[in-house]
């Protein structure tokens, strides 16, 4: 916040990727719950925060969600790992994007055991159908809006839970990139 006005300052998506992991916690707090309605239909650019990504190398993403009767489930897509300052091209191609990862949507406030960021959104891994030996299924994100007026951009922490532990595992930011194109999901 800045001194004079009391307000956050203007922040970016790249100006995310630069933020100590302090001021991200105090953003995650403070942050709003995202309308989950204004994620769907859309795949969102992404990066991660932290050493955990760093040292696995995967650090560009993205994040699509859709609106499956009353539930909204989402996906990532793997991307090509560039400069952040370059297009976040899917792989093997743009016209067949590899979706994997794929977690269902709901309020944090609503899970009896994942009440980490109540206001938060809750990214559920462990009921996105992936197969029992994929890994993401340990993943559990809460993901926040962190500047009241900016419905396309979105702050993110990521847990792995094993043995009924939750480990930090990083943060991430999120950006609408695209619309998500539903003719050719495959969720499996």
């Given at each position: 916040?800045?001194?004079?006005?009391?307000?956050?300052?203007?922040?970016?998506?790249?100006?995310?990727?630069?933020?100590?992991?302090?001021?991200?916690?105090?953003?995650?707090?403070?942050?709003?719950?995202?309308?989950?309605?204004?994620?769907?239909?859309?795949?969102?650019?992404?990066?991660?925060?932290?050493?955990?990504?760093?040292?696995?190398?995967?650090?560009?993403?993205?994040?699509?969600f859709?609106?499956?009767?009353?539930?909204?489930i989402?996906?990532?897509?793997?991307?090509?790992?560039?400069?952040?300052?370059?297009p976040w091209?899917?792989?093997?191609?743009?016209?067949?994007?590899?979706?994997?990862?794929?977690?269902k949507?709901?309020?944090?406030?609503f899970?009896?055991?994942?009440?980490?960021?109540?206001?938060?959104?809750?990214?559920?891994?462990?009921?996105?159908?992936?197969?029992?030996?994929?890994?993401?299924?340990?993943?559990?994100?809460?993901?926040?809006?962190?500047?009241?007026?900016?419905?396309?951009?979105?702050?993110?922490?990521?847990?792995?839970?094993i043995?009924?532990?939750?480990?930090?595992?990083?943060?991430?930011?999120?950006?609408?990139?695209?619309?998500?194109?539903?003719?050719?999901?495959?969720?499996?």
């Amino acid at each position: 916040m800045t001194r004079s006005t009391g307000r956050k300052p203007d922040m970016d998506f790249t100006s995310f990727l630069k933020v100590p992991q302090p001021v991200l916690e105090a953003l995650m707090l403070s942050g709003e719950k995202p309308d989950p309605e204004k994620l769907v239909g859309w795949e969102f650019r992404g990066h991660n925060i932290g050493i955990i990504p760093k040292i696995g190398r995967i650090l560009k993403f993205k994040k699509g969600f859709l609106k499956f009767g009353d539930e909204i489930i989402g996906y990532n897509v793997l991307v090509e790992q560039n400069s952040p300052d370059e297009p976040w091209i899917a792989l093997p191609s743009e016209a067949k994007p590899k979706r994997h990862g794929f977690f269902k949507v709901y309020p944090a406030e609503f899970s009896p055991k994942y009440r980490h960021y109540p206001q938060a959104l809750l990214l559920d891994y462990s009921k996105g159908g992936n197969p029992f030996y994929d890994p993401s299924q340990v993943l559990r994100d809460y993901l926040v809006k962190p500047l009241p007026d900016n419905d396309d951009l979105y702050l993110g922490k990521a847990y792995a839970e094993i043995a009924g532990k939750m480990i930090f595992v990083g943060y991430f930011v999120i950006e609408r990139y695209n619309k998500a194109i539903v003719d050719s999901l495959k969720l499996s």
